[in-house]
């Protein structure tokens, strides 16, 4: 069965250093989003992607994150200047089709800790 | 008015019995209402999911139960089985401003016990 694919699982690192998640995709699907959870709160919406470019983003998603897709099958999340309050469960997940909530695929996580 | 709000945050249940989560929403444009399961190490995953012009929708052991009126809907896992440990989360969506939002609750660790 197809899966999204993250790495690593878990990603430590020191306050101020940048960051970047990496997400493989579904191989047909066009749609990609990032969602995070932090410890003990609900899972929260930052960005989805389609066509090379942001098609939404949360408040959450501000200037130190961005998305890439630099080679048509990786998808990464880049926070550039990590906070404490960054440290959170970072999922990636896709979907072939737009808004078909059904067809959503959550990949399994990067657990982010920032020390 | 965009939040979910979940109960209970963790549910310990013997073999055999039910578990029941329930969620309550504020929004009204609020139209689809899923549920998604993750495993330890896994992604959450759709479970089951139900629009507000039913009251109920069964899969298996797994049945929502909405009420449109309270605004309130809930996950009925019927004979529970240790297989069914994991955490559960309800969302639900609506259309703003020309995109769909999904909005999670916080979720409910199960644990079904041998």
């Known amino acids: 069965e197809p899966e999204v694919t993250q790495t690593p699982s878990h990603q430590v690192t020191q306050m101020g250093q940048e960051v970047i998640l990496r997400c493989v995709p579904i191989?047909?699907?066009?749609?990609f989003y990032w969602y995070r959870q932090i410890l003990g709160q609900k899972v929260e919406f930052l960005v989805s992607?389609?066509?090379?470019?942001?098609?939404?983003k949360s408040e959450i998603f501000d200037d130190q994150f961005s998305v890439e897709r630099p080679d048509g099958s990786n998808f990464t999340l880049k926070i550039r200047s990590t906070k404490l309050e960054d440290s959170a469960m970072y999922f990636c997940?896709?979907?072939?089709?737009?808004?078909?909530?059904?067809?959503?695929?959550f990949g399994s996580g990067t657990q982010l800790s920032v020390l | 008015q965009q939040q979910v709000k979940q109960s209970p945050q963790s549910l310990i249940v013997q073999k055999g019995g039910i578990s029941i989560i329930n969620c309550a929403y504020e929004?009204?444009?609020?139209?689809?209402f899923p549920w998604y399961q993750q495993f330890p190490g896994k992604g959450p995953a759709l479970l089951i999911a139900?629009?507000?012009?039913?009251s109920e929708k069964k899969e298996g052991r797994f049945t929502i139960s909405f009420n449109k009126s309270a605004k309130q809907f809930s996950l009925h896992i019927m004979d529970s089985q240790p297989g069914d440990s994991a955490t559960y989360f309800c969302?639900?969506?609506?259309?703003?401003?020309?995109?769909?939002?999904?909005?999670f609750g916080k979720g409910t660790k199960l644990t079904v016990n041998p």
């Open positions: 997940a896709s979907s072939e089709v737009r808004v078909i909530w059904e067809k959503l695929f």
């Open positions: 929004n009204t444009a609020f139209d689809y």
């Open positions: 139900i629009r507000p012009d039913v």
């Open positions: 969302a639900a969506s609506m259309k703003e401003g020309g995109s769909e939002k999904l909005v």
């Open positions: 191989s047909n699907h066009l749609y």
């Open positions: 992607f389609y066509n090379n470019e942001i098609s939404e």
